[in-house]
């Protein structure tokens, strides 16, 4: 499967955002998949993630309550919307997806990789 990130861009703080992720070459929804971030200067780390029902989602601790994670598997596209923006938030985010085992916040648990989106949050 091949993954599609895009949606991000510059937003003030406080503001919104939703990035998507669409898949092609195979249907989205025999896969679970995550979003990941990556702030200049760190490590790569887990943002949220969805079963590939839909009926399970995880979130990072930073992000709980302020992001939400959907699908909509007709379209073949996994949705992250994310409100309250803070500049903490800066990153490129990455679309992810795994058919097999999944443990949603382990990023060597997932197989398949989008290109990222630029986020920027500014203060």
């Known amino acids: 499967v091949q993954l599609q990130a895009s949606g991000g861009g510059l937003v003030q703080a406080g503001g919104s955002l939703r990035l998507s992720c669409a898949a092609s070459?195979?249907?989205?929804?025999?896969?679970?998949t995550g979003w990941f971030r990556q702030a200049p200067g760190k490590e790569r780390e887990f943002v949220a993630a969805?079963?590939?029902?839909?009926?399970?989602?995880y979130y990072a601790d930073s992000v709980e309550g302020r992001f939400t994670i959907s699908r909509d598997n007709a379209k073949n596209t996994v949705y992250l919307q994310m409100n309250s923006l803070k500049p903490e938030d800066t990153a490129v985010y990455y679309c992810?997806?795994?058919?097999?085992?999944?443990?949603?916040?382990?990023?060597?648990?997932?197989?398949?990789w989008g290109q990222g989106t630029l986020v920027t949050v500014s203060s």
């Open positions: 070459g195979r249907t989205l929804s025999r896969y679970h």
């Open positions: 969805i079963s590939r029902s839909g009926g399970g989602t």
């Open positions: 992810a997806a795994e058919g097999g085992a999944w443990y949603p916040q382990i990023q060597t648990y997932y197989d398949y």
